[in-house]
RNA sequence: GGAGAGGUUCCCGAGCGGUCAAAGGGAACAGACUGUAAAUCUGUCGGCGAAGCCUUCGGAGGUUCGAAUCCUCCCCUCUCCA
């Protein structure tokens, strides 16, 4: 493959690539000296959930793999302590040691949804961190400046509208950056938010040096929301473990104007594809629903096959269009009779009685498409019925025997 | 160490002795509508088998018939001075 065509597949979906001319001469160098690049991604075990908008440098390195390239994840079990202070606006509990290998293990599974095992090198900061005394931190911290880090937004909003912010926190990119050293990164994949870190990971190769990676950032997805940027906290987000049918139904809930960015960040469609469907859809010809199910369709295949995404679309038609039941739901047997209520909290359909009373006098119970009026019906089971509660809550219930 | 400002329900933020389960906004949920779990409009939004009761306003005590509101001590955050 020539290298035009390897920089074409690179910069797609990208945002930037900080310096680009660097790239080209590492990927001839590489290609010269058969030596893979060490494309480095760094992730903070500090959940369980990945979410599809990770995902978008993870692809990154995957392109990188195929194209025969060493993906080199690193654990961030130190940073993992700290907290990304980037993009927020909130210092972090800390976790466990026990919390960070069981994020880090489920974390891993899911990236490997997408990565090439083979060409994946997995390494945990705790392995140069671990041993570091205080005169080789002292050292790397001397490297940079207050006023460096005052200049990054994060830092300065935070400082500025008068939120606490941990000294240890500003230690957050300079261990980034020293990972770089440590993997002896030539490229370093991650959001734009992470510019900042990416590019103090160029200086810090300088510092030892080492020739310096190269940055390449790639764009925040949105959230479901359309508002904000993809993550946990807001809860705006799609996760890898979520199940074909609730990835889809998370894309249709997303407004009608994320719709291109989506196809752009989280499908693999061709630009060419896209430039058409954008055609299609700015025309008003189409109906934009119908463009939806299918970036839905492209989202859920990506993780699940074909197969799988025409099941969630039918699905999703069944309940939503045609206002019928799903195919599969849970199920609750009931001894003769149950009072509503209890039934609805009881199979956790409501958190609480008082949601229960509070969805029944607004209409959103029913019982076999009855709308249940009466909070103190006592429900007779004498066959299987239906419980369902808004659009989207679902139970079958059986009678005892 | 000194001086000042703060910590309120999921989040932001008002309240400064009773009318406070606490304004307003956001999120969330529901209903209507629809082309979708889009958009828009409306409603709900601590718990309890519930016209009553119970628990909440950083923590612990106290004053009062009555405290988110006043007092004491403690914890935490921010600003300025050093």
């Known amino acids: 493959m020539n290298l035009e065509k390897k920089m074409k597949i690179i910069k797609k979906g990208v945002e930037e690539i900080v310096p680009e001319q660097e790239l080209i001469n590492k990927l001839k160098k590489s290609e010269k000296e058969w030596k893979p690049l060490r494309v480095k991604y760094g992730i903070d075990p500090t959940g369980h ?17 195929d194209l025969g390239h060493t993906g080199v994840i690193i654990i961030g079990d130190f940073t993992a302590q700290i907290g990304d202070p980037t993009g927020k606006d909130e210092s972090r509990p800390p976790l466990t040691a026990e919390q960070v290998k069981e994020n880090a293990a489920t974390y891993m599974e899911q990236l490997y949804t997408v990565l090439d095992r083979n060409k994946t090198e997995v390494r945990w900061q705790s392995e140069w961190f671990g041993k570091m005394g205080m005169a080789e931190v002292l050292n790397l911290l001397g490297k940079f400046t207050l006023a460096q880090f005052l200049a990054h937004d994060t830092f300065r909003k935070r400082y500025e509208n008068g939120l606490p912010l941990g000294m240890h926190e500003i230690m957050y990119p300079i261990l980034q950056a020293y990972d770089s050293v440590a993997v002896k990164a030539d490229i370093e994949l991650g959001a734009t938010e992470q510019k900042f870190n990416i590019l103090a990971g160029r200086d810090m190769q300088k510092y030892f040096n080492m020739p310096e990676q190269v940055a390449i950032l790639s764009p925040l997805l949105v959230g479901t929301d359309g508002l904000q940027k993809m993550s946990k906290s807001l809860n705006n987000y799609i996760a890898v473990n979520d199940k074909p049918f609730d990835k889809y139904g998370k894309v249709m809930s997303i407004p009608d104007n994320c719709i291109i960015n989506y196809f ?6 061709s630009p060419e594809e896209i430039e ?10 189409v ?10 369709r492209e989202v859920v295949q990506m993780y699940h096959g074909e197969e799988k995404a025409q099941i969630a679309e039918a699905e999703f038609n069944r309940i939503f269009s045609q206002k019928d039941v799903p195919t599969d739901m849970p199920q609750y047997s009931v001894d003769k009779a149950i009072w509503i209520v209890k039934l609805l909290t009881e199979t956790n359909m409501c958190k609480t009685s008082g949601e229960a009373r509070r969805l029944i006098k607004q209409g959103a119970v029913k019982i076999d498409d009855t709308k249940v009026t009466n909070a103190d019906l006592e429900l007779r089971v004498e066959s299987e019925m239906v419980v369902k509660v808004g659009k989207r809550r679902f139970l079958k219930v059986i009678p005892l025997n």
């Open 287 to 296: 109906n934009p629903k119908n463009i939806k199910q299918r970036l839905a």
């Open 264 to 269: 752009n960040y989280a499908t693999q469609v």
């Open 49 to 65: 959930d990945v979410h599809i908008g990770h995902l978008v440098p993870i692809r990154k390195m995957r392109e990188f793999q």
């Open 276 to 285: 058409k469907i954008k055609k299609e859809l700015d025309s008003g010809d």
